[in-house]
């Protein structure tokens, strides 16, 4: 039996396989990003009024920094049956002038990133129960996919 | 001009995972800061309460909690939660008081007890709360953010594991005879290379612990030490509890992102950078001043964040500050002489006060044989979560 795909968050990121982006809002007067998406109000101070609009991210960035850790954290994080570390980016969106967080897609080597080094935005398992399989967002080393 | 008041009196109960309430911690702090200060607990006129939030409704209430403790007296109160910079959100009420005339004396207290392990968010199903989905969709413990900045100096620095290791060499050393510190113990480079890695390249022993302990304070307007024939107390010349400057370009716990630069300047300083700016500007002192530093050790590699941010050097010098011994005590600026946090862990809203007491006790020439010799001033710097800027200046 095939489980339902579903979001491990609502609204923050599309879940079209092909073409995953993160979902923000952005303000119409300033240009703002802000992630994750918020559209009651804009946290510029430069324009408290401006109407915000949702938009998606830039699905490539940089490596801005990175770490694996090596411990199981506690919850709500859910972890699996056996733990095995695990690696969290964070990413820079060059076009938004931001840092995104993100878990590093399965299969690559922390050891091969870099500052600078190129990733872009794909889909992965977060956990799964009986029915689903709950996604979140990772970065995947442009160039190095995973098998 | 400078507006100062007068730290009157320190006091503090051991760091540790004593086990029991945290209002017992903080009682024994309080009745030492009153004693060292010579006030009657009766006399006192206000009680700033710095919050605990792992401790139920006693916790959220501190102010009143410890009043209660020490006996009703019918002092003003107040309570304040700024996460690991509760205490100075606390002293920073306290100061607003005595400098507007409000009240002469008043105590400042925190106290905590911490459950073994990671800093964990609060219970239930909360997905609009970004503290817990961080946990959930990253598993982004505090550590893995100490462990993004660790890596960042590597990378822009050439830092390496070696030199952060030094950090914690230096600090046991330091809180080696501190009878205040949790780990007591004088600490190799190759102990902490053999430690487990935690949040690579951060190893178990780089790392704070979460502790129990309790830090108090005693301050007063400069007029009232003078009434009590105190001519010359240690005092209080800034309070910085600022805020991040939009947009703030650095990652910080608990966000998933930061700010949008796009189409907006970054500010002329940095969040970081800003909270002891703003304290060198209040008390008309700067980073040439100082004769010694107390500074948030969450990691090792952040104690070397800070020696940047408070200006001790430029970015990326604060490796060679460290291995040049000019932050170890006998060095051009000694920084946690306590021990910091790496000897200590963390009582989150005890840790900014405990931090001033350690300086009031250096300006004071008492504190033993950890003493930076001569000093006479000092600053104290720490940051909670969700943007809660700590510095505090005291000079002597």
Same mark, same amino acid.
Request: aromatic fraction near 12%; charged fraction near 30%; charge should be neutral.
């Given at each position: 039996m095939t489980k339902t795909r579903v979001p491990a968050v609502e609204g923050w990121f599309t879940m079209d396989p092909d073409d995953p982006r993160l979902l923000a809002s952005r303000g119409l007067e300033t240009g703002s990003y802000f992630f994750p998406k918020?559209?009651?109000?804009?946290?510029n101070p430069a324009a408290p009024a401006e109407e915000l609009e949702e938009v998606t991210l830039s699905r490539r960035g940089r490596v801005w920094s990175w770490t694996t850790n090596h411990y199981e954290p506690p919850a709500p994080y859910v972890a699996p049956a056996v733990f095995v570390p695990y690696t969290v980016l964070a990413v820079e969106l060059p076009e938004e002038q931001m840092v995104v967080l993100g878990p590093l897609a399965p299969g690559a080597d922390p050891a091969s990133l870099s500052v600078g080094t190129e990733v872009e935005l794909v889909l992965g398992t977060l956990y799964e129960d009986d029915d689903h399989e709950y996604v979140v967002w990772q970065w995947q080393v442009v160039g190095g996919e995973a098998q | 001009m400078t507006r100062e008041i007068a730290v009157l009196g320190v006091g503090m109960h051991p760091w540790g995972?004593? &086990?029991? $309430?945290?209002v017992e911690y903080g009682v024994v702090a309080a009745r030492e800061a009153l004693a060292d200060a010579g *006030?009657?607990?009766?006399? *006192?006129?206000l009680v700033c309460g710095a919050d605990t939030?792992? $401790?139920?409704y006693p916790g959220y209430v501190a102010g009143a909690t410890f009043a209660q403790a020490l006996g009703w007296q019918g002092a003003q109160v107040s309570s304040s939660y700024a996460a690991c910079a509760s205490g100075a959100t606390a002293l920073s009420a306290a100061r607003a008081q005595i400098l507007a005339g409000l009240c002469d004396v008043a105590l400042v207290v925190g106290a905590d007890t911490t459950p073994k392990g990671f800093l964990a968010p609060n219970a239930g199903e909360r997905g609009d709360d970004p503290d817990w989905l961080r946990f959930r969709l990253l598993g982004a413990t505090n550590p893995t953010y100490f462990g993004l900045y660790a890596r960042r100096r590597i990378e822009m620095y050439g830092a390496t594991p070696a030199d952060f290791a030094r950090v914690k060499v230096k600090n046991a050393r330091h809180g080696f005879s501190n009878p205040y510190a949790r780990y007591r113990k004088e600490v190799t480079e190759e102990e902490v290379a053999a430690s487990p890695l935690v949040s690579d390249p951060l190893r178990l022993l780089e790392i704070c612990a979460t502790s129990d302990g309790a830090a108090a304070l005693i301050v007063s307007s400069l007029d009232y030490a003078k009434s009590r024939g105190i001519v010359d107390p240690v005092r209080i010349s800034a309070v910085s509890t600022v805020t991040p400057s939009y947009p703030n370009t650095l990652i910080d716990m608990p966000s998933f992102s930061t700010d949008s630069a796009y189409g907006v300047a970054p500010p002329e300083r940095g969040f970081r950078d800003s909270i002891a700016h703003a304290a060198y500007e209040q008390a008309g002192l &700067?980073?040439?001043?100082?004769?010694l530093a107390e500074v948030y050790d969450l990691s090792t590699a952040l104690e070397l964040d800070w020696y940047e941010n408070i200006g001790l050097c430029k970015p990326g010098e604060a490796e060679r500050l460290l291995n040049d011994g000019d932050t170890t005590i006998g060095g051009r600026v000694p920084v946690n002489?306590? &021990?910091g946090l790496g000897s200590f862990g963390e009582a989150v809203p005890a840790q900014a006060i405990a931090q001033v007491c350690e300086v009031a006790w250096h300006l004071r020439g008492a504190a033993g044989e950890r003493q930076v010799e001569g000093a006479r001033v000092g600053l104290t710097v720490n940051q909670g979560l969700f943007g809660h800027g700590s510095c505090v200046i005291l000079r002597k």
């Open positions: 918020n559209l009651a109000f804009s946290r | 995972k004593w &086990g029991r $309430n945290f *006030v009657d607990w009766r006399d *006192v006129q939030m792992r $401790n139920g &700067g980073p040439d001043d100082l004769d002489p306590s &021990g």
